[in-house]
């Protein structure tokens, strides 16, 4: 997967030219694997550079079963670089970034147990920008390595598929 990925990254370097014009901002829905929480609000806004931006996600899952009961929510913020893929509609961007998330959780009535870790985040993705609609939607992979987790065994993939309306 990560040899898929690199690969996947070093062809699309080879199609870029210039950025195309990123909005200054995007708001929606990033549907994630189950890796990470699964669904997050995302924001994005474009910094400094026409091709440079911020993106912050907030998401928040629980389930509550008979003898299992946790709840996650998730802070997480990636600085990313984009790049146009030739003279298209398509972008492929990257970048890293850090977050913070909290779990808890109930097992079998065992007593309530939580935490709280830090993580870093890279991210690799590409976005298709509807020429004349303010929307976008983008597929991206994001690794996460979990700070003093006892969850996740400290490692997360998580892959989405995101749908944002741009302002």
């Given at each position: 997967m990560k040899n898929v990925l690199i690969l996947a990254m070093v062809?699309?370097?080879?199609?870029?030219?210039?950025?195309?014009?990123?909005?200054?901002?995007?708001?929606?829905?990033?549907l994630g694997s189950n890796d990470g929480v699964g669904y997050e609000l995302s924001y994005q806004?474009?910094?400094?550079?026409?091709?440079?931006?911020?993106?912050?996600d907030l998401g928040y899952r629980s389930r509550d079963e008979q003898g299992y009961d946790y709840s996650i929510i998730k802070l997480t913020g990636t600085y990313q670089w984009v790049w146009q893929i030739s003279d298209s509609d398509f972008n492929?961007?990257?970048g890293a970034g850090a977050g913070v998330v909290h779990s808890s959780w109930d097992i079998n009535g065992g007593g309530d147990d939580s935490e709280t870790n830090l993580l870093a985040a890279g991210v690799v993705g590409v976005e298709y920008l509807f020429p004349k609609a303010p929307i976008q939607i983008s597929l991206d992979y994001r690794p996460e390595l979990y700070f003093g987790s006892d969850v996740n065994d400290g490692m997360g993939n998580?892959?989405?598929l995101s749908?944002?309306?741009r302002f």
């Open positions: 062809a699309f370097g080879m199609t870029v030219t210039t950025a195309q014009e990123i909005s200054d901002n995007a708001l929606g829905l990033r806004r474009k910094l400094g550079g026409d091709n440079n931006r911020l993106e912050a492929w961007y990257a998580d892959i989405a749908a944002r309306y």
